[in-house]
């Protein structure tokens, strides 16, 4: 493209704009933060012959729109399912739920006692320091792959709960 030279003070600008203007919005977005960033991932030990286990995290929502986490998958377990705690008349129960929120510009803790990830009628037993690979699946159809590894529990977490599909 040819720029006048009769008009010196605009060809900065000009070239500015069409430098611009080549930028795609792909280039744009890999300068941002991933939308949902994962930390700490870990897979709870279980004891031997134990059939479920724990899986726990934090995820970060970088962006001011809630997000959830409505599905998780892994080739470890027969089933996997989304985990809260809840206080039913004095009983702390576990049950399965549709998603965990994750608030705009903040996050969820998959902990103990709280929301977490179930694997659920494993398929081998794990061993500490095994990566598990966990699919997990958002509600805007999103997913991300992570490997989780395999931990013992800390000292005072209660150890993985003996599991089936009645809570």
Same mark, same amino acid.
């Given at each position: ?12 600008? #000009?070239?500015?704009?069409?430098a611009l203007a ?22 709870? #030990? ?35 399912? #989304? ?35 179930? #694997? ?48």
């Open positions: 493209m040819l720029i006048p030279k009769r008009f010196p003070m605009y060809r900065h600008a #000009l070239l500015a704009g069409l080549t930028l795609t919005p792909a280039s744009l977005m890999a300068a941002e933060p991933a939308a949902l960033r994962i930390e700490a991932p870990y897979v709870r #030990l279980a004891p031997p012959n134990a059939q479920a286990t724990g899986v726990f995290m934090r995820i970060h929502n970088h962006h001011p729109v809630d997000r959830a986490l409505v599905r998780a998958d892994s080739p470890v377990a027969h089933s996997v399912e #989304l985990h809260n705690h809840v206080n039913e008349q004095g009983m702390m129960k576990m049950v399965a739920v549709d998603k965990i929120a994750i608030p705009a510009r903040g996050q969820a803790e998959l902990k103990p006692g709280s929301y977490h990830i179930m #694997l659920i009628d494993m398929k081998a037993p794990l061993k500490e320091g095994d990566a598990v690979p966990i699919t997990l699946t958002f509600d805007d159809g999103s997913s991300q792959r992570i490997d989780a590894p395999v931990r013992k529990p800390h000292d005072g977490a209660p150890a993985a709960h003996g599991h089936g599909k009645a809570h």
